[in-house]
């Protein structure tokens, strides 16, 4: 069973960058694939990236348009989301979420089955 802690947000202003990470804990975290997903105010959670358990290829959602970069230290169990140029429709709060031999093709809420607790991010103009 894995353990997931987000870290790494807080109030930005628009234009600006923060580096998400997540702390995993468990065995076997490289044969885990991540994703870190979204919740506006009112909204759904939405998918904003996956890195597979491989590492080889990742999923942006389009959104992110080049401005979001998700990575992995499977040596640190870390996963990073570096997010720059942030806009205010940026602002929610973001969760990390793993599965066992996950690829770049799960990309909904239910096909992850351990989750963090989430970090906000505030956005500012």
């Known amino acids: 069973q894995v353990r997931l802690v987000e870290s790494g947000g807080g109030l930005v202003q628009t234009g600006g960058s923060l580096r998400l990470s997540c702390a995993a804990s468990g065995p076997s975290f490289n044969e885990y694939g991540v994703a870190w997903f979204r919740q506006g105010p009112g909204k759904e959670r939405e998918v904003v990236a996956v890195?597979?358990?491989?590492?080889?290829?990742?999923y942006y959602a389009g959104f992110t348009k080049g401005r979001f970069t998700i990575s992995r230290d499977n040596a640190k169990n870390m996963v990073y989301l570096q997010m720059n140029s942030l806009k205010s429709e940026d602002t929610a709060v973001y969760y990390c979420?793993?599965?066992?031999?996950?690829?770049?093709?799960?990309?909904?809420?239910?096909?992850?089955?351990?989750w963090g607790q989430g970090t906000q991010v505030t956005v500012s103009s």
């Open positions: 979420a793993a599965r066992l031999l996950g690829g770049t093709i799960l990309r909904t809420v239910n096909e992850y089955f351990y």
């Open positions: 890195i597979p358990w491989r590492g080889d290829g990742t």
